[in-house]
């Protein structure tokens, strides 16, 4: 059985009043959960600051990568106006499958796109289609190729954008430079592509909550 802190008791409360599951969302988490989709979607309060960050954008076309069951994607769609557009990239099949039904659930069939394939052969795909700006790029996948994922943002975004970079502590071995692991190598790459480039402007924050000990990089994008 896992330990219990007191920062998961905090996470329950906060959660509770300020970003409480309806219905579409606790359905959502509740067929992710019997498809045997793992347990790696955003915490409730952590989709809500997601969805903040988007309406704070006036986003209207946002790209998440790494759809899973639609959790966030669930999020994030609340936030488009009516003509909005949200496409997300997803890798497995089945997690697209029950993404996709949850998301009808969740009405939001009309503005949301799940598209099957790695991320990084689905986004040149999308860059040939000439889509708008997106407003905000939700990158949360595999986090071996998180620098070549805010490249791409850097492609499809434009002066403004938001892009948001999640799970960039790795358990505290983001420091380590000597380390070989793939996602320790690929979000240190992500975090010094985020400082070292010229159009954008960004900063990390450590988080602890249900999910235990995490954080997020946001970037603005210059110009
Ligand atoms: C952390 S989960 C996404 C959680 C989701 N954003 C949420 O909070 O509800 C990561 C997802 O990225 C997908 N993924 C992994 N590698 C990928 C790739 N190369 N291209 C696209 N998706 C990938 C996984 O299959 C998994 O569903």
Request: glycine letters at 8%.
């Given at each position: 059985?896992?330990?219990?802190?007191?920062?998961?008791?905090?996470?329950?409360?906060?959660?509770a009043h300020l970003a409480p599951d309806d219905e579409a969302l606790a359905a959502a988490l509740r067929?992710?959960?019997?498809?045997?989709?793992?347990?790696?979607?955003?915490?409730?309060n952590?989709?809500?600051?997601?969805?903040?960050?988007?309406?704070?954008?006036?986003?209207?076309?946002?790209?998440?990568?790494?759809t899973l069951g639609g959790y966030s994607t669930i999020w994030l769609g609340r936030a488009l106006p009516p003509d909005g557009r949200?496409?997300?990239?997803?890798?497995?099949p089945r997690h697209a499958e029950v993404?996709?039904?949850n998301i009808a659930r969740a009405g939001l069939d009309k503005l949301v796109e799940v598209r099957v394939g790695p991320a990084l052969e689905s986004?040149?795909?999308?860059?040939?289609?000439?889509?708008p700006p997106f407003d905000l790029v939700f990158i949360?996948?595999?986090k071996v190729n998180n620098p070549h994922y805010v490249e791409w943002a850097l492609k499809l975004t434009s002066t403004g954008s938001l892009i948001v970079l999640d799970n960039v502590v790795r358990g505290g071995r983001v420091t380590d430079a000597e380390s070989t692991a793939d996602d320790v190598v690929g979000t240190r790459a992500a975090i010094?592509?985020?400082?070292?480039?010229?159009?954008?402007?960004?900063?990390a924050i450590q988080t602890v909550g249900m999910k235990g000990y995490d954080g997020f990089a946001v970037a603005r994008v210059l110009a």
């Amino acid at each position: 059985m896992s330990e219990s802190h007191v920062w998961d008791e905090v996470d329950a409360y906060f959660t509770a009043h300020l970003a409480p599951d309806d219905e579409a969302l606790a359905a959502a988490l509740r067929d992710s959960d019997a498809a045997g989709l793992p347990h790696i979607n955003v915490a409730g309060n952590q989709g809500k600051l997601l969805q903040l960050l988007a309406q704070l954008q006036g986003a209207r076309h946002i790209l998440e990568i790494g759809t899973l069951g639609g959790y966030s994607t669930i999020w994030l769609g609340r936030a488009l106006p009516p003509d909005g557009r949200l496409v997300s990239l997803e890798y497995d099949p089945r997690h697209a499958e029950v993404a996709v039904r949850n998301i009808a659930r969740a009405g939001l069939d009309k503005l949301v796109e799940v598209r099957v394939g790695p991320a990084l052969e689905s986004l040149p795909r999308l860059a040939d289609e000439n889509p708008p700006p997106f407003d905000l790029v939700f990158i949360d996948a595999d986090k071996v190729n998180n620098p070549h994922y805010v490249e791409w943002a850097l492609k499809l975004t434009s002066t403004g954008s938001l892009i948001v970079l999640d799970n960039v502590v790795r358990g505290g071995r983001v420091t380590d430079a000597e380390s070989t692991a793939d996602d320790v190598v690929g979000t240190r790459a992500a975090i010094e592509l985020i400082g070292s480039h010229p159009r954008l402007s960004g900063t990390a924050i450590q988080t602890v909550g249900m999910k235990g000990y995490d954080g997020f990089a946001v970037a603005r994008v210059l110009a």
